[in-house]
């Protein structure tokens, strides 16, 4: 959904959500390993009809990968309305609780990451265990 004019600094960012569905034209940037973490991906993939077919043939997609996209802002239900910015991540940042690490671990979406951009690498402290501990709690 495009923003509105009088939309927010944060509405007029065009921005990737790490938290996208397996869809294509979706970029694949991490990989769920053994130990319920995420892998990320030197480079993320633009996945297409063929990886998807694939991928919905096993568990759903989205808890063996990680995907991003495009975010919607407010065309997505997460969007917070009132602060203007993406309510996940603060969700995720108040429930996993790890603190900010003084690294960053390699990620192949930093640079246009709606979460990085909102909450630094405190977002990235949480970020490769979102499947793992998140999805039961937020994710409705
Ligand atoms: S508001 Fe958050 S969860 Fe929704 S699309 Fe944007 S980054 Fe993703």
Same mark, same amino acid.
């Given at each position: 959904m495009? &923003?509105?004019n009088?939309?927010? &600094?944060? !509405?007029?960012?065009n921005l990737t959500c790490p938290s996208y569905v397996c869809k294509p034209g979706a970029k694949l940037y991490g990989i769920v390993n053994a130990n319920g973490l995420i892998d990320y991906l030197k480079e993320p993939i633009e996945i297409d009809e063929t990886f998807m077919a694939t991928a919905l043939?096993?568990? !759903? &997609?989205?808890?063996?990968?990680?995907?991003?996209?495009?975010?919607? +802002?407010?065309?997505? +239900?997460?969007?917070?309305?009132?602060?203007?910015?993406?309510?996940?991540?603060? =969700?995720?940042i108040e429930i996993i609780g790890n603190d900010? =690490?003084?690294e960053l671990q390699h990620c192949g979406i930093r640079a246009k990451c709606r979460w990085f951009a909102q909450r630094k690498g405190l977002a990235c402290a949480q970020c490769n265990e979102v499947?793992?501990?998140?999805?039961?709690?937020?994710?409705?």
């Open positions: 495009e &923003p509105k009088n939309s927010t &600094p944060n !509405e007029k960012q043939k096993g568990r !759903e &997609p989205e808890k063996r990968f990680r995907f991003s996209g495009t975010c919607a +802002k407010s065309g997505c +239900k997460q969007w917070d309305t009132t602060g203007h910015e993406c309510g996940l991540i603060n =969700s995720v900010e =690490s003084s499947i793992r501990n998140i999805e039961m709690k937020i994710v409705g």
